[in-house]
């Protein structure tokens, strides 16, 4: 339990860092109710890293010298393997993450573990922190982006003959290839990716100096611990150092809208594993059964990814809110930051990696979408525009198709079928069937422009998602190299 110890004020049930101001011994349910520990012990890495730099810069401003500095280090080694191991124990007394860290250096290694605050606030702890965490979550993130980019990538190429319906507004509209279909899904990624890539460039300064709101009389190098953390820079305003969660706030917004994209994904395929659809077959391992019906194979997976995209989405809105009536600079609110930004990013991860496994080997019904794709009315647009090309004011070609789809239907006939009878009225040069008009193939070697589904375009689009995750993968490799190295690794760093 904790170590009842002896101040000013006689020997006390619980040592708090604060305790000097207050007369009466911390309230049990204030201790619960305050504590942050259940959130922010995911942090413990981040924040010895902090204390390991901080202490290092305490010792080069002469602030502590070098045997309370080698101690520090120790005791912070010490305590690391701790907390890596299990063996950490926590005290109800701790309060949060920053002070348990504290509280065990001391006892480690006494009055030097007392010396480790100098300069700093728990505010700019916090914050420099969070900084380092979503830093490393942005790596893991874009990286579990990009293994299912990689995924999609390799069955967008296998697939990319693979004729398929294009709908609108769930109504078969024109044909596509099913891997035009999946890129689609690659670029949604990429620009996740990308948003991920420039939350990164956000979180990346250090708020250390900035102390509790208005920085510090003592001489602290603030770009030293900044170069040590592998920050780029050091943030520029105290109160907006110590206030500011924009970083958190795009980093779930990113978490936000990249499961959105999962969750129309997961969609996309629930609609094709139904059995009016039968687009896809999901692989035993990826389904689940009813405990009722002994018939059931059922898309449980996709159907989580889908329900839980809620969770970033609430938790987006939560952070804000929580934001929004904050006067400057530090509020304990800000506290509260952690619980939705770890609930977004451990949904969105989970999600990643299960599409990931599931799409790496989900069966395409090929022929199945194929003679879905090989409905003629697919193929309206394509004879409008042959009217058009033969001179036909659009309009007018419109008009003319769409009234020789209505007659195809009264008279239960396929449109190729009518159009054969009635090329002459339609104002055709020539029966289009003749020259294969009504062939979803050549209707797609026609669409050959940029980011169209001709062969062609399918082919650049595909190198270009190539590139593009080479260098994304490129970019998650440099920055790993800046990440400062695990704490019970670091020694006397
Ligand atoms: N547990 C707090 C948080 O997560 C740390 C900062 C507390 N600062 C304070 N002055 N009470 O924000």
């Known amino acids: ?43 413990a890495a981040q924040d010895i890293q902090g204390s390991l730099a901080h202490s290092v810069a305490l010792h080069r401003s002469g602030l502590i010298d070098a045997a309370t500095k080698e101690s520090i280090l120790s005791g912070l080694t010490q305590v690391a393997v701790e907390l890596r191991d299990d063996s950490f124990e926590f005290l109800p007394s701790d309060e949060d993450i920053h002070m348990a860290v504290e509280r065990r250096l001391t006892e480690l290694a006494g009055e030097p573990g007392a010396r480790l605050h100098t300069g700093r606030s728990r505010n700019d702890q916090v914050a420099v922190d969070l900084r380092l965490w979503a830093r490393s979550e942005c790596l893991r993130l874009a990286g579990a982006a990009i293994d299912l980019q990689e995924v999609l990538l390799r069955r967008a190429r296998e697939e990319r003959r693979t004729l398929l319906p294009g709908y609108t507004h769930m109504q078969r509209a024109q044909p596509v290839t099913l891997g035009h279909h999946l890129l689609a899904y690659v670029e949604m990624l990429n620009r996740d990716v990308d948003r991920i890539k420039d939350c990164h460039r956000r979180a990346d300064s250090s708020p250390l ?94 159907e989580l990814v889908r329900g839980r995209s809620s969770v970033p989405l609430a938790s987006l809105v939560g952070l804000l809110a929580m934001l929004k009536g904050l006067p400057l600079s530090y509020n304990r609110d800000l506290q509260e930051d952690k619980r939705h930004l770890f609930a977004a990013t451990e949904v969105t991860e989970t999600s990643l990696s299960a599409l990931s496994g599931l799409l790496n080997e989900i069966r395409f019904a090929r022929r199945r979408m194929a003679s879905a794709a090989a409905d003629p009315e697919l193929l309206a647009t394509d004879l409008a525009e042959q009217l058009v090309a033969a001179g036909m004011p659009f309009r007018t070609a419109h008009e003319r198709v769409g009234a020789a789809v209505r007659s195809a239907g009264e ?83």
């Not at 706030?249 to 039968?278: G, K, M, P, Q, Y």
């Open 411 to 493: 008279l239960n006939l396929r449109l190729d079928r009518l159009v054969a009878q009635r090329w002459r009225e339609i104002g055709l040069p020539a029966d289009p069937g003749q020259c294969g008009l009504f062939d979803p193939r050549r209707s797609l070697a026609r669409r050959e422009q940029p980011g169209a589904p001709g062969p062609r375009a399918v082919a650049a689009a595909i190198r270009r998602a190539a590139t593009l995750i080479r260098r994304s993968r490129g970019w998650i490799a440099a920055e790993s190299q800046r990440q400062p190295p695990p704490p019970a690794s670091s020694g006397s760093a």
């Open 209 to 302: 100096g900035a102390g509790a709101l208005a920085g510090t009389t003592l001489p602290i190098d603030r770009r030293a611990t900044a170069a040590a953390l592998g920050f780029s820079a050091v943030t520029s305003n105290s109160l907006d150092a110590v206030s500011d969660r924009d970083f958190v706030a795009e980093l779930t917004f990113c978490c936000a809208l990249l499961a959105v994209h999962l969750s129309r994904l997961a969609e996309d395929l629930i609609i094709w594993n139904t059995r009016e659809f039968s687009f896809v077959t999901l692989p035993d391992s990826w389904a689940t059964g009813s405990s009722l019906m002994p018939q059931k194979k059922n898309p449980d997976v996709l």
């Open 1 to 43: 339990m904790a170590t009842a110890t002896e101040d000013a004020g006689g020997p006390r049930r619980s040592a708090k860092a604060w305790s000097g101001r207050l007369a009466a011994d911390t309230n049990p349910t204030l201790e619960r109710y305050t504590s942050s520990l259940e959130w922010d012990r995911q942090l």
